[in-house]
């Protein structure tokens, strides 16, 4: 076997940061938001539907499967353990970055194995960074794009955003210059989701990525899994002090998830990403405006257990996603989308700002 590449090394660390160390933004926003119990919902439990529609594809439940892996080791038992949940439990589901595979062909396989189960709505992914020039790497464009897509056989690509992440990085990539034109390059070739990776998006940002042609967008908020921390440990190890400090000082970077969902509404469909940790957060998110919601971190600690297990983890947020439905008297995600939200400082704050 050869020696594994840098990306391939930094998908392990990182996984193995994630399950060991504390990586959490200290803040959970969604204690901010309630929702409004009727006592007298006047449907039956029996009545409430879950399903969605999204990018064209029916799911089970309004629920995705986070990017994350793939491009080392674990990464093919995680995706297919994953892959194998979100087709039984009929949930949408988004591989990691596949740059390791488009730098290491004989990595495709840990990203592939998604293809062997059927989930109904699958997602390649690329980072926006990779599609300008970094430092001595090349721009990866439509052909690139093209292969990540065939590869895994994915019904749309999501570009992530994580200029965070790279700017706290030991080896990070700085140059953002041209990123938007690429993404456009990009949408007009393939249904594409931008989607950030846990500092939100804001109002200015939403609209720049509508008019490039994004179909959705995964606000990927502040609240959950940062990996500003993520690489603060990583910086730690590699005795990194500069950027060991860097990481703790952005650790609670962002916008956050709330806030975004309702920040970033120009009218794409929105996917609430960053400290879903139960159906009830899922149920909030769609009550904020947005369609879907996504989970990684509590997905990859089930899914490095058994495919069961990330299958009982889903069916337990569907059951959670239920409940606050039945209790809101909503029978459909559009009800529950239209009910009313009471949302509290710290969040409101960003509300009260504006244009965030
Ligand atoms: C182990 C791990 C690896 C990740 N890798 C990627 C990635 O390659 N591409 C991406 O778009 N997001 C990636 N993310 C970010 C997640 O998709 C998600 O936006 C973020 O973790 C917030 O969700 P959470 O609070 O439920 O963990 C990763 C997250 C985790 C936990």
Redesign the pocket.
Known sequence: MAEPSKTEQR?AE??NI?LQENV?AEYNYWNDVRLVHTALPEIDLDDVDVSVKFFGKRLEAPLII?????GFGMGKEINGNLAKAAAEVGVAM????QRAALEKPELEPTYAVVKDYGVPLVFA?L?APQLVPQEGKRAYGVADARKAITMIEADAI?I?L?FLQEVVQPEGDRRAKGCLPAIKALATKFPLMA????AGISRETAQKLKAAGARAI?V?GL???S?SA?EHYRARKEAASLKERLGATFWNWGIPTPASILLADVGLPLVA?????SGLDVAKGIALGATMA???????EAARVSADAAVQELRAVVEELKAAMFLTGSTSIKALQERPVIVSPPTASWLEAGEA
Do not use: C, Q, Y
Request: proline share 2%.
């Open positions: 998908k990182h996984v994630i959490s986070s990017s994350m892996t793939g988004g591989v990691g970055s992914n980072g999501i992530h994580n989607k950030e990776t846990g995964d990927g609240g959950g899994t990996f993520v990403t960053g400290g879903v940790r996504g989970m990684a971190k509590p997905m990859l």
